[in-house]
């Protein structure tokens, strides 16, 4: 059995880990609440605005803008990966990086791959295996439509052009604190509706209907990806606050533990030395 400075050493040590956990809890609980009221807020209007376009896509022609819709056989292919700059929050960039490499090994076996990877984590990892197109990290700093803008603007560049025949976003779509949902959504070409009734939709175009499609496809991807990356960023904090929630948990039982066995260790030591001191007198006596 360990003796009892050792002991003390682990307790305090634990105590000091619990303090940095419960502080990390905190510090991401206050910016979960911002961010998922920024996400909840601007879904509804990216979502019509995500189905208002697929609707159109059937009907668009090249001049309209129909390059966005247009399939071509898929040989190069960008994964744009959306992970986090820092750790400690359980999951949540591993299986963004295992959904990546899953894509990569299965689904786009034999084609020419590239990696667009937004935050560090997933950028360490997947740059020793995949080419990397891009790297940004800073982006989390000021996260705000307008910064995201010209990273959606370089795709849509890249994609006409004929650089990438294909291009899909990977990131966690948040659900609540405890649950980020792994998901996986083409982002170029622009996928048409599965509804079938939905794309019969007979729309009046004011003033015509090229302006307001070649208006409405850069608007639309651009808020496709700031809501990818807005999910991301709601679903880490919420990542991050269940696992120091779970730390400091596991943190306070193993102290709780460590104390027991000091207790016992403490009343063993004492009962020696009371059984020595006895013993002593004993042998006096004689």
């Not at 009221?37 to 059937?58: G, H």
């Not at 976003?169 to 948040?174: I, M």
């Not at 509804?195 to 499609?213: C, H, L, M, Q, R």
């Amino acid at each position: 059995m360990a003796n009892l400075k050792e002991i003390r050493n682990r307790i305090s040590s634990i105590g000091s880990t619990m303090k940095i956990t419960s502080a990390m809890k905190m510090v991401s609980a206050a910016k979960l609440k911002k961010a998922q009221d920024a996400i909840v807020q601007m879904r509804p209007y990216s979502n019509k605005l995500t189905e208002l376009l697929q609707n159109l896509s059937a009907t668009l022609d090249a001049e309209d803008g129909g390059v966005y819709t247009q399939e071509r056989e898929v040989k190069k292919v960008l994964i744009v990966a959306i992970t986090s700059n820092r750790g400690l929050c359980g999951g949540f960039n591993s299986s963004i990086i295992k959904e990546v490499t899953h894509l990569a090994k299965t689904k786009y076996a034999g084609k020419d791959i590239s990696i667009l990877t937004i935050g560090k984590k997933g950028n360490d990892i997947l740059s020793k295996e995949f080419d990397i197109y891009k790297f940004e990290s800073e982006l989390f700093d000021d996260l705000t439509f307008e910064n995201t803008a010209p990273f959606a603007e370089d795709l849509m560049q890249r994609f006409e052009a004929g650089d990438f025949d294909k291009i899909d976003l990977v990131y966690n779509r948040f659900k609540n604190a405890a649950t980020q949902i792994i998901t996986e959504e083409q982002y170029l070409p622009i996928a048409s509706s599965d509804d079938e009734s939905e794309g019969e939709a007979d729309y009046i175009f004011e003033p015509n209907k090229s302006e307001i499609v070649q208006g409405l496809i850069p608007k639309s991807l651009k808020m496709q990806l700031y809501k990818a990356i807005r999910d991301s960023y709601a679903s880490e904090h919420g990542a991050r606050m269940t696992a120091m929630h779970k730390a400091t948990d596991n943190a306070t039982e193993l102290r709780d533990e460590l104390l027991l066995v000091y207790n016992k260790a403490r009343q063993a030591s004492i009962t020696n030395e009371i059984l020595e001191i006895v013993g002593g007198a004993e042998a006096l006596k004689s």
